[in-house]
């Protein structure tokens, strides 16, 4: 055997979680935003395949894994329902573990993303202004396919932050990545977000492209507040994104107590 050929965990195929994992924990997050209790319907096989980009087979397999996990209940020509809501139970105390830092994830992208659009404003270059076209073209077109645009979103905050021409920068957003990834899937994956991003980020691109550092970094930080606003940096959001019929007044609030009361028991 030559030197260098022999295998070694190093070298072993990288583990990737299947799709569908990925999916029930949306899924989840949805039962977290909407407030669902249990007995409450979640939408559609097919309209959450719409929604989540993904095919009714993914869907399905995803609702599978939490009817064996006893979370749902699949009831036959009925549904989807929540079965057992315990936030103390692995899947759910995940969902919630990755909202709580989400403001955190947030706080570090204003502190960084800011000063990165101004100085990207000040030394981009054609092939950095190229890349950022890129983007926001990937973007529209993700858009108007009716999809979430999160490719898009990620290649053109990937090339203004190159266009700054910071390594230390660059490495620090590289460190991040995986925090920030889940901040912007978690935001474009709201009602009506992804037209918005984008016409934060034309914002963003113009500025840069007019070579304006106070411009870009204002319309950074616009584009920040925005996501700040949406209902994840809630943890018990009472807004459905899914377009539920509304619950009885007084109900939402209940149902927000007895989760945190199971949170705080758990502790």
Same mark, same amino acid.
């Given at each position: 055997m030559e030197p260098g050929t022999a295998a070694t965990p190093a070298l072993r195929p990288l583990l990737r979680a299947p799709l569908y994992e990925a999916i029930a924990e949306r899924l989840l997050s949805h039962v977290v935003q909407s407030d669902l209790r249990e007995g409450d319907k979640l939408p559609g096989e097919r309209e959450l395949a719409r929604r989540l980009g993904v095919s009714r087979t993914t869907v399905r397999q995803a609702i599978v894994a939490l009817q064996t996990q006893g979370i749902v209940e699949v009831r036959h020509g009925g549904g989807?329902?929540? @079965?057992?809501?315990?936030?103390?139970?692995?899947p759910?105390?995940?969902? !919630?573990?990755?909202?709580? *830092?989400? /403001?955190?994830v947030l706080e570090?992208?204003?502190?960084?993303?800011?000063?990165i659009a101004a100085l990207a404003a000040e030394r981009r270059d054609a092939g950095d202004l190229a890349a950022i076209e890129a983007g926001l073209r990937?973007?529209?077109d993700e858009v108007a396919a009716g999809e979430i645009g999160l490719e898009g979103d990620g290649a053109f905050h990937g090339a203004v932050t190159a266009a700054a021409h910071n390594p230390v920068l660059t490495e620090l957003m590289? @460190?991040?990545?995986?925090?920030?990834?889940?901040?912007?899937?978690?935001? !474009?994956?709201?009602?009506? *977000?992804? /037209?918005?991003?984008?016409?934060?980020?034309?914002?963003?691109?113009?500025?840069?492209?007019?070579g304006d550092p106070p411009a870009a970094a204002e319309a950074m930080r616009a584009h920040l507040d925005h996501?700040?606003?949406?209902?994840?940096?809630?943890?018990?959001?009472?807004?459905?994104?899914?377009?539920?019929?509304?619950?009885?007044?007084?109900?939402?609030?209940?149902?927000?107590?007895?989760?945190?009361?199971?949170?705080?028991?758990? @502790?």
């Open positions: 989807t329902f929540l @079965r057992r809501l315990d936030p103390t139970s692995g759910l105390a995940k969902v !919630l573990d990755r909202r709580n *830092r989400l /403001p955190a570090a992208r204003r502190t960084l993303e800011i000063p990937l973007m529209r590289d @460190r991040l990545h995986e925090s920030i990834a889940e901040t912007r899937s978690e935001s !474009l994956s709201q009602q009506d *977000r992804p /037209p918005r991003s984008l016409a934060d980020h034309e914002a963003i691109a113009a500025a840069i492209v007019a996501v700040a606003d949406l209902r994840l940096f809630q943890i018990y959001p009472a807004a459905d994104t899914f377009d539920q019929e509304p619950v009885p007044d007084g109900s939402a609030p209940d149902r927000r107590r007895r989760l945190r009361a199971a949170e705080e028991d758990a @502790r």
